[in-house]
């Protein structure tokens, strides 16, 4: 049982210093800010623009270039053709990121070996993983906006699930 919560406890706690000094280092400056969160917000953008590819949203921009905005900094955005079919897994498409971090941390040891500088690339692509899973206010507000695309795909999954046990 011991061991089971330290395999737990030193990852969380590994992420949560590279979150702090993330954190400190972006609140040096408007270019730290920016150049730190830039593999952050090239990663979210992505899954946005393959999640609309994929299901016909008809992905029309890709920026990664921040702009002032009221109350703080866009970093990116990508702009589609939202409908019914294609608006959840599209606002919700960062959220497989974190899937990807945890996976990070779950093959760590072979991923690394006996390597500490693999093992902190290792987990610093976990934080960048888990830090591009966090949906935008914007993400929110288009899954919230589009129920019928929620329910949708959360009955396409259950019947998935179903047929295939």
């Not at 830039?38 to 921009?61: D, M, R, V």
């Not at 899937?99 to 006996?114: E, P, Q």
């Not at 093992?119 to 830090?131: D, N």
């Amino acid at each position: 049982m011991g061991l089971m919560r330290a395999d737990i406890l030193v990852p969380v706690a590994v992420l949560a210093l590279i979150g702090t000094f993330h954190r400190r280092i972006a609140q040096s400056g408007t270019f730290f800010l920016l150049l730190t969160n830039l593999p952050i917000t090239i990663l979210h953008e992505a899954a946005h623009y393959s999640a609309a590819l994929l299901l016909g949203g008809k992905p029309t921009g890709f920026r990664l270039c921040p702009q002032r905005v009221k109350g703080g900094w866009r970093l990116g955005s990508v702009n589609a053709r939202v409908t019914v079919f294609s608006a959840a897994p599209t606002a919700l498409a960062p959220v497989v990121w974190l899937f990807i971090a945890g996976l990070l941390l779950i093959k760590r040891t072979a991923l690394a070996g006996d390597s500490l500088p693999a093992l902190c690339g290792v987990y610093l692509a976990a934080y960048v993983c888990s830090a591009a899973s966090i949906p935008s206010w914007q993400d929110i507000k288009v899954a919230v906006t589009y129920p019928v695309s929620f329910l949708l795909w959360s009955t396409i999954l259950v019947a998935a699930d179903f047929i295939i046990g």
